[in-house]
C-alpha cells in the first residue's frame, strides 16, 4: 500500500496562488500514477489532472487547464499542484490520489490521502 499526505491549502484571495504537495509513503512512489481532485461542499468529488510514473504524461481537467500545473519529483516522494489565477469556484476540499494503473487512476484510484481545504475568497 501507499500513504499520501496532502499539504500547502490555504485561504487565499481571488487571482492568487497556492502550492499543494503530497508527501507518498510506503511502496515505490515511481511505481505509481499520480492525481489530484476536489470537493466543493454538497457536489461530486471532481478530476483535476494526473501525471505518469515518469512525470511525461500529463492530463488535465477543462476546468482547470491552463491554470493549474502538475508535477512531481520521485526522488522525494512529492506530487505537486501548483494553482495559479484561482477563483472562488475553486474553493474546496482537494485531495491527492495513486494507482499503478493508468487506466483507472483518474476515476478510481485505490489510494487517497485526507485532503487540504483550499477557500478563495472575492
Known amino acids: 500500500q501507499v500513504q499520501l499526505v496532502e499539504s500547502g491549502g490555504g485561504l487565499v484571495q481571488a487571482g492568487g496562488s497556492l502550492r499543494l504537495s503530497c508527501a507518498a509513503s510506503?511502496?515505490?512512489?515511481?511505481?505509481?500514477?499520480m492525481g489530484w481532485f476536489r470537493q466543493a461542499p454538497g457536489k461530486e468529488r471532481e478530476f483535476l489532472a494526473l501525471i505518469s510514473w515518469n512525470g511525461v504524461g500529463t492530463y488535465y481537467a477543462d476546468s482547470v487547464k491552463g491554470r493549474f500545473t502538475i508535477s512531481r519529483d520521485n526522488a522525494k516522494n512529492t506530487v505537486y499542484l501548483q494553482m495559479n489565477s484561482l477563483k472562488p469556484e475553486d474553493t474546496a476540499v482537494y485531495y491527492c490520489a495513486a494507482d499503478p494503473d493508468y487506466r483507472v487512476v483518474g476515476t478510481t484510484p485505490g489510494y487517497w490521502g485526507q485532503g487540504t481545504q483550499v477557500t478563495v475568497s472575492s
Open positions: 510506503g511502496r515505490t512512489f515511481s511505481d505509481y500514477w
